[in-house]
């Protein structure tokens, strides 16, 4: 939500703007991937979890499967830019969704659908608002 600041101060056009802030998500997409890939792994090696172990369901547990199941891999793209960031988003589809060749896909879908959303809002906001003054 920071790129209205951008275009004000640049002067961006439309294309201008959607190439920026997609080219800044995608990239923010492939680098937490790394990230979260990198600490789900020191994670995993830190804290073993004993054979004897048993699985404990807490609410917690319960209610992070409750939101796969019911909104799965599509769910958490759509909702990555605008209700969750990309930081947590791609966390999201690296520890769910580790195997599958296309959550980076849909993660870049999302962004640049929410790109033209945010962007077409905020550039022609003005003219809809002088144009019913």
């Known amino acids: 939500m920071t790129f209205p600041l951008a275009v004000i ?14 080219l800044g ?4 997409i492939y680098f937490f991937a ?6 789900i792994a020191w994670w995993s090696l830190t804290f073993r979890k004993k ?11 319960r209610r992070i499967v409750r939101i796969k199941q019911q909104y799965g891999m599509i ?3 759509v909702s990555t830019p605008f209700l969750l960031s990309i ?3 791609t966390f999201l589809m690296v520890r769910y969704y580790h195997a599958r060749k296309t959550r980076f896909l849909y993660l870049i879908i999302s962004n640049i ?14 003219t ?3 144009r019913r003054g």
């Open 51 to 61: 054979p004897t172990d048993k699985k404990a369901f807490t609410r917690k547990n």
């Open 128 to 130: 809809l608002l002088l």
């Open 75 to 77: 769910g958490i793209a």
């Open 113 to 126: 659908a929410w790109s033209v959303i945010y962007t077409s809002f905020y550039m022609f906001w003005d």
């Open 25 to 28: 998500g995608i990239m923010g």
């Open 34 to 39: 790394f990230l979260s890939g990198k600490i």
């Open 9 to 22: 101060q640049f002067q961006f056009t439309f294309l201008e703007t959607l190439l920026w802030t997609n």
């Open 87 to 89: 930081p947590v988003g």
